[in-house]
């Protein structure tokens, strides 16, 4: 006997939850397999969301439809805008989260969506129909015996792929501490003719809050006004705050770390994955910052319900009594008691040159991969890909034209095109730094940027379209209002004093006195009174106000990139054959004809962000395919 679903998402992590999510709202029937129903959407490691370029991408997510910021409001525990010192292309939420009510939350959403079942079992082989290289994806059997078919399946398996822990010269196989590992997904897109290579993670110990002198520590709490990460109204920002404290390391931890490098599975072959460079274990710190002393370390909540602590930079897969030895040496942490200490785990993925921008893998029709197994670190981008996978595997089978994000509509779309475009040598984390269009891809307006796509698609209801476009309609009237509003010489020379601004010697429009450092247009409405009856009488959200005010300081440069995004954009307009032969071009080096033929880009765009792929190649492919 078989059941037949529409889609079927493999694993129930960050990816696979969106994913499912997005698939079942937009009027797929969505199987969601998972191994465990209890750990939906679980925190495997940090028990936080955001952060620096990652917040950006909670936000977009909100933006298009999904869920992770509507869960992060309801479960956090502090939050904090990340970089407010510096310009607003790099202001980043993050919010640690309550563990357990996360998974619980996003447990009672996709119980509660329609067109969503759930399967509580284990994959263990992909069933295909076709010869390689003609195939498409059939179904899914599982560990009880039982199969599925469906018309796309969605790969998003996480750090379970013949998952290995590793703890000094202790290891098991397992998905994560607790958990089995996956078998048999691997061999069957193997056997395929996919290519397979093997990533390493780690986390940190495990800690009894009723163990740790925190007066001994330093306090780091939350913003004084914190915000929240849905641009939904159906949310709102945390009320009751609990803090975080900030731990060092000193150089006798550091002594006592050294002496197990000799029996670290990470530094005598044990490992052979590679490990996240932007998140290194602590014995990686100390080999990589030799000469330093001292490592900050963040201790962190778990939840308001239990006493367990993360402590955040201590990730290692040093033998425990080693990580129990270092732990018990640093302040505050003199008598700690350990839940667990930390482990490293290797685990399968498949390099994303594999993949088309949809996710859609290249060798076999209606296959989709996210997160994880492409490569990538962290839940932010994992549900970045899950989501966008769920709605082109709907798209796909109902005959809908695709959803590609570009780099210059979001970080979303950098993200992706990354991973297809350059593949990755170690696991992916975002970075401002990778978006060259970034002061266009802020926190703040990712609705702005977002919404209409995500309505359109269906994943916005009318309702919260509403709510955007209110938004939307106050930052124009704003900015409107402060461009025709003129302030006399000398009417807020008591405010300008309070920020160390020049007076005005002659009159000036609202709009050219913000762009001014130091003045907001919060402060400015406190010492002009038609300004503030502006905002007040239309209802102006402070959302909006800060929206508006961040437009004019930032209106030079947001114009020049839009200006440079333009004219990048022919390259994106130009196509090239999906069969076209690039061995015939005698005047393309080899190495770009090889990484040609190997990525096949769809457009002289994404050719040109091949590596290895050079501007005169590019140019040989414009003479071939019109400037």
Same mark, same amino acid.
């Given at each position: ?45 940090? +028990?936080?969301?955001?952060? @620096? ?10 933006? %298009? ?58 994959? @263990?082989? *992909? ?25 796309? @399946?969605?790969? $998003? ?28 997904? !691997? ?37 004084? $006004? ?26 006798? @931890? ?46 962190? +909540?778990?939840?308001?319900? !239990? ?8 990730? #290692? ?34 390099? +994303? ?22 490569? $990538? ?37 950098? %993200?992706?095109?990354? *991973? ?27 609705? %702005? ?12 209801? !009318? ?16 900015? #409107? ?19 160390? #601004? ?17 003045? !907001?247009?919060?402060? *400015?409405?406190?010492? *002009?009174?038609? %300004? ?51 061995? #015939? ?43």
């Amino acid at each position: 006997m078989t059941l037949h679903y529409d889609i079927i998402v493999i694993g129930g992590g960050h990816a696979g939850c969106e994913a499912a999510s997005a698939a079942a709202r937009l009027g797929s029937r969505t199987l969601l397999l998972t191994m465990d129903m209890t750990k939906l959407a679980n925190m495997s490691c940090n +028990p936080a969301v955001g952060g @620096v370029a990652k917040g950006q991408i909670v936000r977009e997510i909100d933006a %298009l439809g999904g869920r992770m910021a509507r869960i992060t409001d309801r479960t956090t525990l502090q939050f904090r805008m990340l970089n407010r010192s510096k310009g607003a292309a790099m202001w980043s939420p993050r919010a640690q989260c309550d563990k357990s009510r996360f998974s619980a939350e996003w447990r009672h959403e996709l119980e509660n969506t329609e067109n969503l079942y759930i399967w509580q079992d284990a994959a @263990v082989e *992909l069933l295909f129909e076709g010869e390689n290289g003609h195939s498409r994806i059939a179904g899914v059997r599982t560990r009880m015996g039982v199969t599925f078919s469906a018309e796309c @399946v969605i790969l $998003t398996a996480g750090t379970f792929l013949n998952g290995l822990m590793h703890c000094g010269a202790a290891h098991a196989a397992g998905g994560r501490a607790g958990d089995a590992a996956a078998t048999g997904i !691997t061999e069957s897109l193997a056997d395929r003719g996919f290519e397979v290579g093997r990533m390493k993670t780690g986390t940190p110990a495990r800690l009894d809050a009723r163990t740790i002198n925190f007066d001994a520590l330093e306090l780091q709490n939350g913003d004084e $006004t914190p915000s929240k990460f849905s641009f939904s109204t159906d949310t709102q920002a945390v009320k009751h705050q609990l803090p975080c404290f900030l731990v060092y390391t000193t150089a006798e @931890v550091h002594a006592i770390l050294r002496s197990g490098f000799d029996r670290s599975p990470l530094f005598n072959g044990t490992i052979h994955g590679i490990g996240p460079r932007y998140c290194p274990s602590i014995e990686d710190k100390l080999r990589t910052f030799a000469e330093k002393d001292q490592h900050q370390l963040f201790l962190e +909540p778990e939840g308001e319900s !239990t006493n367990e602590y993360y402590l955040n930079g201590f990730s #290692s897969s040093l033998p425990w009594e080693v990580q129990y030895e270092a732990l018990h040496r640093i302040r505050g942490l003199e008598n700690v008691h350990i839940y667990r200490p930390g482990y490293a785990i290797e685990y399968d993925y498949f390099p +994303p040159t594999q993949l088309h921008h949809t996710l859609e893998t290249k060798l076999v029709e209606g296959l989709y991969f996210a997160g994880q197994v492409n490569g $990538t670190t962290g839940y932010e981008e994992a549900a970045a890909q899950g989501l966008m996978a769920g709605i082109n595997a709907h798209h796909k089978r109902t005959g809908k034209k695709p959803v590609i994000l570009q780099r210059d509509q979001a970080y979303i779309g950098v %993200l992706i095109d990354d *991973l297809v475009t350059k593949g990755v040598d170690e696991p992916y984390r975002m970075f401002t730094s990778r978006a060259e269009y970034r002061i266009l891809l802020r926190q703040d307006n990712a609705d %702005l940027r977002l919404t209409p796509i995500g309505h359109e698609i269906g994943l916005i209801t !009318t309702k919260e379209f509403a709510v955007f476009e209110q938004k939307k309609s106050f930052v124009e009237s704003l900015l #409107s209002f402060a461009r025709r509003t003129s302030i006399h010489a000398g009417e807020i020379d008591d405010y300008l004093k309070t920020v160390d #601004s020049e007076p005005m010697r002659q009159g000036k429009r609202v709009y050219d006195l913000v762009l001014r450092n130091g003045i !907001t247009v919060e402060g *400015l409405a406190d010492a *002009l009174p038609k %300004l503030k009856n502006f905002i007040e009488k239309n209802g102006i959200s402070p959302e909006a106000v800060e929206e508006a005010e961040i437009q004019i300081k930032y209106n030079g440069y947001i114009q020049r990139e839009k200006h440079i995004a333009e004219k990048l954009h022919r390259l994106e307009e130009i196509a090239i054959p999906d069969d076209f032969d690039y061995m #015939s071009m005698q005047s393309l080096t080899i190495e770009a004809r090889q990484k040609l033929i190997r990525i096949r880009p769809k457009t002289i765009g994404q050719a040109s962000r091949i590596p290895g792929v050079s501007p005169a190649d590019i140019n040989v492919l414009l003479v071939k395919f019109g400037r």
